[in-house]
């Protein structure tokens, strides 16, 4: 059986099951754990949030036969934490009629285990066994997969600790074995025997390197008969539960009642539908306002009634309608955009008579994300990493940052590529956000923007000049363009190729001026050319559009 559904803190399970008719009386039963890719860690356990995920802890089992309770004894297990006290969880818990004890699989998650136990007096085929598990722990613990067996026979039955596939095997009947067989049973040989305890921990030493699983967090619509089932609160109280209520769209957006979506499946295809005129204009002025700074619609997170009306409500709609019949592609989107005469403008002083530049008459100037600027200036150094996926990455950032955190957690710094991947790539601590992306209007992550805000203060300028990360990128552009170059390249031409490599354009006479006046300034210090990246990546030409 597969456990679904809610977990809580105090779970009861209930298990009805009609026993064959047959010769002999049944004599014990088996509940073996068993491990399943939808559970946590691989189960066999529901815990997640809280203690061990993949764990369980079995409280109490009891049974009973044509209403009969019948006594269980000689319980024993596969595999059992033993601590001291309450810390055990062997399989005489589960029989001892104390909640607060129990028996689990600690710390062999995804692995299978059996629990097994023998009835006091035999149980006649036909009978109608009732089985009931009882879950009690300070943290939810129910069990996910699992298997009861029976058997017939006088001999006490004791749990195996042979793998799941050799369960059946019993020594004196086992004679002659099949080579495949022999190998599994050696295999089980090398990884049980005391005598192999010292090449083990070798092994579990070389196991323990082997990276991670990249995991997240994903969705699953329910099962039919395990909907969770909803109710309209009186006045919003939780403790008010008045009608049950339905998933569904309002009416007043649905021109066809039978469309009505039912599931979160039916509603992405709603939300996409001819229908739903606001999905591609709301995608469409999302871009649009990556790329100008403000939307079509101004107010992004808002089409309704009351917000502000569309600058060019012809371009929104267009766009739109050419998003959905070439196939929502953004890539087309975003290129057809910057390849328009409106996007290649030049930036232009503010026209009074449209101080806002809701018309676009020249390119507003607008400086670029948090994520942006480190990107672009690890593009310009030589040193992004162009690597796709993987786990986060923790590129360098001020030491103090993680003290703001519960707990005060470590932040180790990557190390070789994995410091100078994309900054999608960065972790992020809700508590303690990345120091640089703060400071650059970051979001924290603790609500849900639809826009965010753009400073300018001293601080900008300050972690641009004295941030470790930033000086380091400093130092690549000046190893990447001095490597370029080769030496005796001239100063002139050291400073132009930098300068191109930051702002995509060849410098001013005026600017390379200036750029080389800086350089003799500093000409003796063995890390001139850094300085020079330093300063250059502080242009504001550099960090905001033009």
Request: proline share 6%.
């Amino acid at each position: 059986m597969l456990a679904r559904g809610d977990v809580t803190k105090r779970e009861v399970y209930g298990l009805k099951y009609v026993l064959p008719v047959r010769d002999e009386p049944f004599t014990a039963l088996r509940l073996d754990v068993l491990p399943d890719v939808s559970l946590p860690a691989g189960g066999p356990g529901l815990a997640f949030y809280e203690g061990r995920r993949g764990d369980f802890f079995l409280s109490e089992l009891t049974v009973s036969a044509d209403g009969a309770t019948v006594t269980l004894q000689n319980p024993s297990h596969s595999y059992g934490k033993i601590g001291v006290g309450s810390g055990n969880a062997v399989a005489g818990n589960v029989l001892d009629g104390e909640g607060s004890t129990g028996w689990s699989t600690a710390g062999q998650e995804g692995t299978a285990n059996q629990w097994v136990a023998n009835f006091a007096e035999p149980v006649a085929g036909g009978s109608v066994l009732e089985i009931e598990l009882v879950f009690e722990r300070h943290f939810a613990a129910g069990l996910g997969r699992f298997r009861f067996s029976f058997t017939a026979g006088k001999t006490p039955v004791v749990a195996s600790t042979l793998p799941e596939a050799m369960y059946g095997w019993h020594v004196q009947e086992v004679g002659e074995i099949s080579q495949n067989d022999f190998l599994r049973l050696q295999r089980h040989f090398i990884k049980t025997n005391a005598e192999l305890k010292s090449q083990r921990k070798e092994l579990a030493k070389l196991h323990d390197k082997i990276p991670d699983k990249v995991r997240t967090l994903g969705m699953q619509e329910r099962v039919a008969a395990d909907q969770r089932i909803t109710h309209r609160h009186h006045r919003g109280e939780y403790l008010q539960p008045r009608e049950t209520v339905k998933p569904g769209v309002p009416a007043v957006l649905l021109a066809d009642a039978k469309t009505n979506p039912s599931d979160r499946l039916s509603l992405a295809k709603w939300l996409v539908s001819g229908g739903n005129p606001l999905a591609a204009r709301v995608t469409v002025n999302r871009a649009w306002r990556e790329f100008f700074g403000r939307g079509i619609v101004n107010t992004a997170g808002d089409f309704g009634t009351q917000s502000e009306p569309p600058s060019h409500p012809g371009l929104l709609d267009w766009l739109a309608v050419d998003l959905v019949q070439k196939g929502w592609s953004l890539k087309r989107l975003h290129r057809m955009i910057v390849v328009s005469s409106t996007y290649r403008q030049a930036v232009q002083v503010t026209d009074p008579s449209d101080p806002e530049n809701r018309l676009l008459a020249g390119m507003p100037k607008r400086r670029l994300a948090a994520e942006q600027i480190r990107d672009s200036l690890l593009a310009a150094s030589g040193l992004l990493s162009r690597q796709i996926g993987g786990p986060s990455v923790f590129p360098p950032q001020p030491n103090g940052v993680m003290q703001l955190a519960y707990g005060a957690p470590k932040w180790t710094v990557s190390k070789g590529s994995d410091r100078f991947r994309r900054s999608i790539y960065t972790f992020s601590k809700r508590t303690a956000p990345f120091a640089a992306f703060a400071t650059f209007d970051g979001p924290s992550g603790e609500t849900c923007l639809a826009r965010r805000d753009r400073s300018t203060t001293p601080l900008q300028a300050l972690t641009l000049l004295n941030d470790e990360m930033y000086l380091e990128y400093a130092s690549g552009l000046a190893e990447t363009v001095l490597r370029q170059l080769g030496g005796g390249a001239e100063a002139q031409q050291t400073a132009s190729v930098m300068f191109r490599r930051l702002l995509a354009r060849n410098p001013t006479k005026s600017e390379l001026t200036a750029i080389l006046a800086f350089y003799q300034q500093y000409r003796e210090n063995p890390k001139v050319w850094m300085l020079v990246a330093r300063a250059l990546m502080n242009l504001d030409e550099v960090i905001t559009t033009h």
